[in-house]
């Protein structure tokens, strides 16, 4: 079901205090709804919500590391005590992490994880039941990547949490095809977000001339991230099933079903042009 009203929809944005997640929250709270913004940056996601105030926005703002069930837990209880549920719901916040196979250690492998892929299951799992109780239109938004449909050399780890968002929220938008609840992909390419400048999400065998080198890149290649907001509402207003967005992702997203012979050797030279692999 597509949303065709926005006003006093109650929406969570995860991710919210930077980047996409922060366009998305100030673009529902600029069209009438009701925003919660959630992130574990404490200070900025509460100077988020206080600037979204002072436009006039109705929202709250809460910080908590999705990575741990029980803040999924916290969340859940402070959005039910402040909105009573969920109208949409917009599984943003993720990491990155760059670095050859053999320099991404366990301990990276689950945090991305963690992140990327846990949180979103347990905050779904959470508000799922309330949307399909009221029964009025409703939508699961999951931020994926356009990597969720290709994968990139030294992205091991973050391309195997975006195939498993992609994967997940197909089943999850099958399980859900005759109810009142959308379920929407949204596989952005390139963004200029803060996303290339995450601490402790890189190797230990990427220098700092190769980590400028892409962050050089992605100022330069990116779009803003306003595009992949704008996209996200489009998406719920329309009831989209899978949305690339930004440079890059609408070949990311299709390639790979003409052909991954093509799709491969142009991550591998893009790689290459931006500097990340040897
Ligand atoms: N920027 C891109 O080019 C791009 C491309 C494809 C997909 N994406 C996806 O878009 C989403 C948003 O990324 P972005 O580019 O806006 O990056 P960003 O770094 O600007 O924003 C991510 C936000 O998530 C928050 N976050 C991280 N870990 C968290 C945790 N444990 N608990 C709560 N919040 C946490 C961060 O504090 C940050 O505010 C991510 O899922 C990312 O994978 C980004």
């Known amino acids: ?11 969570l944005v995860t991710g919210a205090a930077s980047g996409i997640g922060l366009a998305t929250a100030r673009a529902f709270a600029a069209v009438g709804c009701r925003v919660a913004l959630a992130d574990v940056a404490e200070e900025t996601v509460k100077k ?17 590391d999705l990575s741990a069930a029980a803040a999924v837990e916290r969340l859940t209880s402070e959005i039910d005590a402040a909105f009573g549920g969920l109208d949409i719901l917009v599984n943003n916040a993720g990491i990155g ?3 050859d196979f053999l320099h991404t250690p366990d301990d ?40 969720g449909f290709t994968a990139g050399p030294c992205l091991s780890a973050y391309s195997a949490t975006k ?20 379920v929407s992909i949204i596989a952005p390419g390139i963004i200029d977000t803060a996303i ?24 330069e290649k990116g779009c ?42 142009a991550s591998i030279s893009g790689g290459r042009t931006i500097g990340y692999v040897n």
């Not at 399909?132 to 409703?138: F, M, T």
């Open 1 to 11: 079901m597509a949303i065709s009203n926005f006003a006093k929809k109650r929406v």
């Open 48 to 64: 988020a919500g206080a600037e979204i105030a002072a436009l006039g926005g109705d929202c709250i703002t809460i910080a908590c």
């Open 97 to 99: 992490f760059l670095g």
């Open 108 to 147: 990276a492998w689950e945090r991305i994880f963690a992140i990327n892929l846990m949180a979103m299951v347990r905050i779904t799992r959470a508000f799922l039941p309330g949307m399909l109780a009221h029964g009025g239109e409703a939508a699961v938004v999951n931020v994926a990547s356009a990597l």
């Open 163 to 182: 195939h498993a968002v992609v994967g997940f929220s197909e089943a999850l938008g099958m399980e859900l095809v005759d109810t009142n609840v959308s």
């Open 196 to 219: 290339v400048k995450s601490p402790g999400a890189v190797a230990d065998n990427i220098t700092d001339a190769q980590l400028a080198q892409i962050q050089i890149y992605y100022r």
């Open 224 to 265: 803003a991230p306003d595009l992949v907001a704008q996209a996200i509402l489009q998406a719920t207003r329309h009831g989209r099933r899978i949305v690339p967005i930004g440079p890059k992702a609408r070949a990311m997203a299709w390639l790979p079903r003409l052909s991954r012979r093509l799709m491969r050797r």
